[in-house]
């Protein structure tokens, strides 16, 4: 367990639809970042999120939006779903902004 | 960050050691070899990471060539639950903002 909690576990949703994924830093963590895992391109770097302020973004699409909260727990919101955008998605968190990251379990979601 | 190699493949007979390495020729001073593992579909889980030295801990041993070029992550006794996939990442934290660039690791397949 890496003290890093993701919800919900599952997601099942229709085509053009908004999900919101949840996650939880470990204690202490004032980083946050977002991951994707499809099968034909691997894991993926989509965000990253320090104390509240956006850090860096990767592959993230304009249909997809995050923020992290004054708790520090983040959401990752994805609209206007596709079929391709059917994944895993990974939060993870470190310290600040340049060590150790640990994963959460992911959110798997799948757009029919 | 630095472009890592690893064998697409490996196979282990239980409580032997795994030798996975890495190529990692194009390594700048302040990447750190980072290793992740990732079983089944479940969140990428840290290992090991190291600069210069050769590093240890109660899941595994890093060992850095001199030259930094390539490196080997040892499981000194495998199990069937160390059957995963394993990520060789070249990371230099606070130029990379965070990103993590997984490549297509190596699945190691321990055996009875």
Redesign the interface.
């Known amino acids: 367990d890496?003290g890093?909690t993701q919800t919900p576990k599952h997601l099942i949703t229709a085509t053009g639809q908004r999900v919101t994924l949840r996650c939880s830093p470990r204690s202490g963590d004032l980083?946050v970042?977002w991951?994707q895992?499809s099968l034909d391109q691997?894991?993926?770097?989509l965000i990253?999120y320090?104390n509240g302020e956006e850090?860096?973004k990767?592959n993230i699409l304009e249909r997809f939006s995050a923020q992290q909260f004054p708790d520090l727990h983040s959401e990752l919101n994805l609209s206007s779903l596709e079929l391709g955008d059917s994944a895993?998605y990974?939060c993870?968190s470190?310290v600040a902004?340049?060590?150790?990251?640990?994963?959460?379990?992911?959110t798997?979601l799948l757009v029919l | 960050d630095a472009k890592t190699t690893q064998p697409p493949s490996m196979d282990c007979a239980e409580g032997r050691a795994a030798n996975l390495p890495c190529n990692h020729s194009t390594i700048s001073g302040n990447e750190y070899v980072y290793w992740y593992r990732q079983i089944h579909s479940q969140g990428p889980q840290y290992i090991i990471h190291g600069l210069k030295n050769n590093e240890t801990n109660e899941m595994a041993s890093l060992i850095i060539t001199e030259d930094r070029k390539s490196s080997t992550l040892i499981l000194p006794h495998a199990t069937l639950r160390d059957t995963a996939v394993y990520y060789c990442i070249a990371y230099a934290g606070g130029t990379s903002y965070g990103k993590l660039t997984f490549g297509q690791g190596t699945i190691l397949t321990v055996h009875p």
Do not use: C, K, M
């Open positions: 890496s890093v980083s970042y991951y895992q691997g894991l993926q770097f990253h320090y850090r860096a990767g895993l990974f993870a470190s902004g340049v060590e150790t990251q640990y994963f959460g379990p992911g798997r």
